[in-house]
């Protein structure tokens, strides 16, 4: 049977050779080789995400200091290029996202994180999310709970949900505020940045 092959041209095995290697005595030396060889797509990778040099430098770094520190409980699955570029991902559309924290509507930008958020996920794992974000959601009080799903299902503005919910516009940013860090807690960088995403409005 022929060999699988990951984007670089090498056997998966070989790959994944790298994940075990991280685990034994030189460590240092594979996390230098892993980094010689996968620095310059993941590099270009994030950039594609995020059109910012420092930001996608700053991505690629904190992946490979996190492989670094997990090493001794890695688990990869398929190869670890795999792995890298997932992180890469996830850790980029963080980024992206957080963006979008200017109290200071700008729409090309949300509409632009949106985009690239929806585009860099497959429809598979973005299902995978909401379910996660509806799990933990249900677990908010009744009011804020409608308050979310007023603002991510109907697409409502503060305002619509004001008049809807017959409470001031203030209460509405406290409940989506109040639900943003306890969702921070409760959810995957991933989920919480797709929840974030679905419910940007500025607070202040």
């Not at 990951?6 to 240092?28: I, M, R, V, Y």
């Not at 995400?49 to 001794?72: G, H, N, P, Y």
């Not at 688990?75 to 963006?99: C, D, G, M, N, P």
């Amino acid at each position: 049977m022929e060999s699988t092959k990951t984007t670089n041209g090498l056997p998966s095995n070989h790959d994944q050779t790298f994940a075990n290697e991280l685990k034994k005595s030189g460590a240092d030396k594979t996390l230098h080789k892993l980094f010689d060889r996968y620095w310059k797509p993941l590099f270009q990778f994030s950039f594609n995400i995020l059109r910012d040099d420092d930001d996608a430098k700053d991505v690629v770094q904190e992946v490979f200091i996190s492989l670094w520190d997990r090493k001794l409980d890695l688990a990869v699955h398929s190869s670890i290029e795999s792995y890298l570029f997932t992180s890469v991902r996830y850790k980029s559309l963080t980024k992206l996202s957080q963006r979008l924290s200017s109290s200071e509507r700008n729409l090309p930008l949300e509409n632009y994180v949106e985009q690239t958020f929806s585009d860099a996920l497959d429809p598979l794992l973005m299902k995978e999310l909401q379910q996660e974000i509806d799990l933990q959601i249900n677990k908010l009080p009744d009011r804020m709970q409608e308050v979310i799903r007023l603002k991510t299902k109907e697409c409502l503005s503060i305002q619509e949900i004001a008049e809807k919910l017959n409470i001031s516009e203030d209460t509405v940013k406290n409940h989506l505020a109040t639900a943003r860090k306890r969702l921070r807690v409760q959810l995957r960088d991933v989920a919480y940045t797709a929840f974030i995403i679905s419910t940007y409005t500025p607070l202040s």
